[in-house]
């Protein structure tokens, strides 16, 4: 069974940072592709960064310039920095996983960090 364990949420006030780390765990082949997704207070789901097995990167416009996402395949590991934090980026945080298992392919998803952007 793989699964994915979020941590670095928290509460922080506007302009600050925080970073976010997600690790796999389990009975994993290959990770083809981690990301980062978020859900604000009656918004659906969006993503918010995704990081493939080789480096690309895409962000949604709107963290652009203030968020960066990295991984270490060697830790099964993906990362999200998160700079210069505007309220608006107060969400559950979800880290998402596509990769090859026993089972064959499977994306999973984490459990969900919360963060919190004063104003």
């Known amino acids: 069974q793989v699964e994915l364990v979020e941590s670095g949420g928290g509460l922080v006030q506007a302009g600050g940072s925080l970073r976010l780390s997600c690790a796999a765990s389990?009975?994993?082949?290959?990770?083809?592709?981690m990301g980062w997704y978020r859900q604000g207070p009656g918004k659906e789901r969006e993503l918010v960064a995704v990081?493939?097995?080789?480096?690309?990167?895409n962000y949604a416009d709107s963290v652009k310039g203030r968020f960066t996402i990295s991984r270490d395949n060697a830790k099964n590991t993906v990362y999200l920095q998160m700079n210069s934090l505007k309220p608006e980026d107060t969400a559950v945080y979800y880290c998402?996983?596509?990769?090859?298992?026993?089972?064959?392919?499977?994306?999973?998803w984490g459990q969900g960090t919360l963060v919190t952007v004063s104003s």
């Open positions: 990081i493939s097995s080789g480096d690309s990167t």
């Open positions: 389990g009975r994993i082949f290959s990770i083809n592709a």
């Open positions: 998402s996983m596509y990769g090859t298992t026993p089972r064959g392919n499977l994306e999973v």
